[in-house]
C-alpha cells in the first residue's frame, strides 16, 4: 500500500524559508510524475511545482525563482525547499505522485494523481 506522509510545515515571517518533505513507501518502480499542490484559505486547489520521471522540472509562475523541487530517490523523499515567502504562500501543502503515463503535463492543474499525502500547514505571517 502505498503512503506519502509531508513534513516540514511551519510558521515563519514573510521573507523566511521553510522545507517541507514528502517521505513516499510501498510503492515498486518509478512514480511518471511527482508534484506538489497547495490549497490556501478560501481557495481551489492549484499546483506549485512538479518534476516528472525524466527530471523535467516546472514551477507555477508564482513560485518561480522562490521554490525549488528535488527529491532523493535513495530515501524515497520529494522536497520543497520554501524561499522569501509571502503571506499568499499560506496554505496547506500536499504532495502527489502517479505511476500512469497520462499524456498531461506533470503541473498541470487537472491533472490526475492516484496517490495524495495527508498535507502539511504553512503559514507566513506579515
Known amino acids: 500500500q502505498v503512503h506519502l506522509v509531508e513534513s516540514g510545515g511551519g510558521s515563519v515571517q514573510a521573507g523566511g524559508s521553510l522545507r517541507v518533505s514528502c517521505a513516499h513507501s510501498?510503492?515498486?518502480?518509478?512514480?511518471?510524475?511527482m508534484a506538489w499542490f497547495r490549497q490556501g484559505p478560501e481557495r481551489e486547489r492549484e499546483p506549485v511545482a512538479s518534476?516528472?520521471?525524466?527530471?523535467?522540472?516546472v514551477y507555477a509562475d508564482s513560485v518561480k525563482g522562490r521554490f525549488t523541487i528535488s527529491k532523493d530517490d535513495a530515501k524515497k523523499v520529494l522536497y520543497l525547499q520554501m524561499n522569501s515567502l509571502q503571506t499568499e504562500d499560506t496554505a496547506m501543502y500536499y504532495c502527489?505522485?502517479?505511476?500512469?503515463?497520462?499524456?498531461?503535463?506533470?503541473?498541470?492543474?487537472?491533472?490526475?494523481?492516484?496517490?495524495w499525502g495527508q498535507g502539511t500547514q504553512v503559514t507566513v505571517s506579515s
Open positions: 518534476i516528472s520521471r525524466t527530471g523535467s522540472i
Open positions: 510501498g510503492s515498486t518502480g518509478t512514480w511518471n510524475c
Open positions: 502527489a505522485a502517479d505511476r500512469v503515463h497520462r499524456g498531461v503535463a506533470c503541473i498541470s492543474r487537472n491533472r490526475q494523481y492516484d496517490f
